[in-house]
């Protein structure tokens, strides 16, 4: 699957990819260059496979992600529009996968929420993105307050962009 | 630096090389394992939606 994402104009940092399942890239701002590292890690549920989002801020003192860190560097909007464009590009090199995503914290699974709806005119043609709420999984909706997230590819296409008989 | 392919997409993901030289082993990252877990639990007890199941 190619995902043409041309009209995706969030600006975003320049990603790294380190691993067929990681990313990096480096906020830029008041407090410094800081890396972030967005990882897709495997795990099994009911024998579905599934791919969980980590993200986080490279912690050279503990040499693991930090999710934790508030790092306060003034780019909040072009971070989030980061993390979604590795997804977007993870989801398109493993088409067949799902994402299940939430925040460490309430506030973190919000700013998921936030990043999510603000891409969601460009992406929902490409992808089924759902969210639990009030018990039960349901279309993303903006506005709502979900406790996790859910996505999978809609539609496969080919490297042109068209949708493959 | 080489570039992969992806500017049609908008998305800038560049080779590996450069900024970071040290090897990362984000497989076994305390924080990522201990999240897919809870993601699993949380998946075990909630379901996955219907249309999401792999038949």
Known sequence: MYIRVAEMNHDHYHLFRRTAYTYEFYSDGPKGKIRKAVNFKRKCVSNQKFFNLGFGDWDEKTNSIADKIITNNKDRDKVLATVAVAVLDFITNYPDEIIFATGSTDSRTRLYQMSLARILPEVKDFFTIKGFVDGKWEFFEKGRNYEAFILKARKKLNKFGNEKA | ?55
């Open chain 2, 1 to 55: 630096m080489k570039k992969h392919n992806n500017r049609k997409r908008g998305i800038t993901v560049k080779s590996r090389s450069v900024i970071s030289k040290k090897v990362v082993d984000y497989e076994s990252d305390p924080f990522l394992v201990e999240k897919a877990q809870k993601a699993k639990e949380f998946l075990e007890k909630h379901g996955l939606p219907p249309d999401f199941i792999k038949k």
